[in-house]
């Protein structure tokens, strides 16, 4: 009577287990085929190497990519989502395999409840020949708990760990996903694709997301998206979606090459180098679902498809807030010469982000900025004596920086100069506080003080597109495709 009310228990158990978290798991093998229009982003802007990240979905699909293809092996359902985790330890791997997440999940409670082992749970492994999902049984590592090589559940391999292994929890259940033998990182995918994919429960984001180690300690989200829905999410952190529709598809169309050149397309995952591309504004801001305006939407809908080309290639339309009246050539800034990166004048940025500004420091400030370029560059200048610029480029902005001190003497060179003293941009003079009330007259000299002090126009590194510039030009009347042409050499819009 004992044995029997366990057995029913367990059933219940199963059922319950099956029904709340993973329900309708069975999928077919048709891939959903989405071609080369697909991008990699690096969430690492919030995200980068986090102990664990949630999905908030309460349904979710998961599966792989496979050459560009997509193929779901499971649908997870939990009230309160997932988390995924780095997988720590070493397992025991049973022999045998499952098609489905619920058919291992049964074998693994009912393993549990006989009590051959209390540690086992599922681990998805990966697709087989047919790109359906495989499922084994995995239990934390102990020579005790091997089970009889007679036993249906024999031990194939012992001792698996992975700086690859993936721990996702629903609620109190976990199964582990062993991406060192899948050799992709697992996907997710909202069941309802229009209400995207939830994450740390801030933001939804549309196409799937991906999650894993990529050789780090813990784990960062990769959303993998369609090229324009992730212009959607784009555009608008960039540029004010309230400007005229011709500075929004100028930027629309930068950013679409700017995305493509970056991170090149496809969708599959690469479980060490997991992405190219980020939402940081090292290379373009992203923000998702949450940023997406009707203005916007419309000007990357108008522009679908169409890129910017040099001599028939995608090229990196770089682009900035400000260019103070003038922008720059690469090679001033970066160090390598591009052919579609040249200076031209911005004699539309009337209306610009970035005003004129001043900047105000002590010698002790400066000789704290310095620290780091002194050791870099094996010098010793001791008191600050005269800051001056010995060099410029046709824009007005400082190529060569001298620093004189009591020791000695320091020089910074291009982007150098920008990142030492965190300036706005490098299209700058330098005064002494004395020289910069003799050359300003009327200048306030209570509203900037210091020793030192930088008067500079512009915001960014001046290079490519000016956004208050297109802003302009839009505002003239010139279409985005004049815009984009005026701003980058040689180039077509197509």
Same mark, same amino acid.
């Given at each position: /009577? ?13 059922? =319950? ?7 309708? @798991? ?34 979710? +699909? ?18 309160? #989502? ?14 045998? %395999?499952? &098609? ?13 409840? @006989? ?6 749970? &599922? ?36 001792? +698996? ?36 994919? %939830? ?20 784990? !960062? ?11 959607? $999410?784009?555009?608008? /952190? ?5 400007? *005229?529709? %011709? ?19 496809? @969708? ?13 504004? %090292?290379?373009?801001?992203? #923000? ?38 003038? !922008?720059?050539? @690469? ?13 031209? &004048? ?15 420091? !002590? ?24 800051? +001056? ?36 941009? !490098? ?25 030192? =002090?930088?008067? $500079?126009?512009?915001?960014? *590194? ?27 050499? $040689?180039?077509?819009? *197509?």
């Amino acid at each position: /009577m004992k044995k029997g009310r366990i057995i029913v228990k367990l059933l219940i158990f199963i059922f =319950i287990f099956e029904a709340v978290f993973y329900k309708d @798991s069975q999928f077919l093998n048709a891939a959903v085929s989405e071609g080369q229009n697909m991008v990699r982003v690096g969430l690492t802007k919030e995200y980068f190497n986090k102990t664990s990240i949630s999905i908030d979905n309460q349904a979710i +699909k998961i599966g792989f990519s496979k050459e560009d293809n997509y193929y779901p092996t499971d649908i997870l359902r939990g009230n309160k #989502g997932i988390s995924i985790s780095r997988a720590y330890g070493s397992y025991n791997v049973y022999g045998g %395999s499952f &098609p489905s997440f619920s058919k291992a999940a049964s074998e693994a409670a009912s393993l549990r409840a @006989s009590k051959k082992s209390l540690t086992v749970v &599922p681990a998805l492994v990966g697709l087989d020949r047919n790109n359906r999902g495989v499922w084994k049984l995995y239990d934390v590592y102990s020579t005790e708990n091997v089970l009889n090589t007679n036993d249906v559940y024999s031990m194939k391999l012992k001792n +698996k760990s992975s700086k690859y292994l993936l721990a996702v929890t629903i609620g109190s259940s976990k199964f582990l996903v062993d991406v060192d033998e899948a050799g992709a990182n697992s996907q997710f995918e909202a069941v309802n694709k229009a209400e995207g994919v %939830s994450v740390e429960g801030e933001n939804r984001y549309r196409g799937r997301i991906e999650i894993g180690t990529y050789g780090k300690s813990g784990v !960062t989200p990769v959303n993998v998206i369609n090229l324009e829905d992730y212009i959607r $999410g784009s555009v608008p /952190m960039e540029m004010n979606h309230t400007w *005229h529709i %011709s500075a929004l598809k100028a930027q629309a169309v930068c950013a679409r090459s700017f995305g493509a050149a970056v991170s090149g397309f496809g @969708s599959d995952s690469d479980i060490k180098k997991g992405y190219k591309l980020t939402n940081t504004i %090292s290379h373009q801001s992203y #923000g998702g679902m949450k940023v997406e305006t009707k203005e916007t939407d419309k000007a990357v809908k108008d522009t679908e498809n169409e890129f910017v080309t040099y001599k028939n290639r995608v090229v990196k339309t770089t682009y900035f807030s400000t260019s103070g009246g003038y !922008t720059e050539d @690469s090679e001033n800034v970066w160090g390598g010469k591009k052919h579609w990166l040249r200076a031209v &004048p911005d004699r539309y940025e009337n209306k610009p982000e970035k005003k004129p500004w001043k900047m105000g420091f !002590t010698k002790y400030q400066l000789s704290a900025m310095l620290k780091s370029y002194e050791a870099i560059k094996g010098k010793k200048i001791g008191n600050i004596e005269a800051i +001056k610029v010995i060099r410029r480029s046709k824009s007005g902005r400082a190529l060569v920086v001298k620093v004189t001190g009591s020791l000695g003497n320091l020089v910074l060179k291009k982007q150098e100069i920008r990142k030492a003293f965190n300036l706005y941009s !490098t299209k700058i003079k330098i005064y002494t506080a004395s020289d910069f009330v003799r050359n300003l007259s009327g200048w306030n000299e209570d509203s900037v003080k210091g020793d030192f =002090i930088f008067s $500079g126009s512009g915001y960014g *590194h001046g290079v490519g597109l000016s956004q208050s510039g297109a802003r302009g030009m839009a505002e003239a009347g010139y279409g985005y495709k004049k815009i984009i042409m005026h701003y980058f050499t $040689g180039v077509e819009v *197509h």
